[in-house]
């Protein structure tokens, strides 16, 4: 489970309902998990390692419910 990766049209699995775009800022600013691609070319999909978003994801649980 945790060596599997994630695409983008499948974090929805995950209850993410952000556009590449916001995706591409928060990398950016560091504050979402480095995506990267399986390939060197163009077309290849952009993934994620699933215990990343997961460890993000309790991360924003554990900030909302410590700052309630």
């Known amino acids: 489970f945790q060596t ?3 695409r983008f049209r499948y ?11 916001h995706l591409d ?4 600013a560091r504050k979402f998990p480095i995506g990267f691609k399986l390939k060197d070319h163009r ?3 952009r993934v994620w390692w699933v215990h990343e ?3 993000y994801l309790e991360r924003r649980v554990k900030t909302r419910t410590d700052s309630s």
Do not use: K
């Not at 974090?11 to 775009?21: A, E, K, M």
């Not at 800022?25 to 950016?28: K, Q, S, T, V």
């Open 25 to 28: 800022r928060l990398e950016d």
């Open 53 to 55: 978003i997961v460890e």
């Open 43 to 45: 077309n290849s999909p």
């Open 11 to 21: 974090q929805s699995d995950f209850d993410i309902g952000w556009s590449r775009t």
């Open 4 to 6: 599997a990766q994630v």
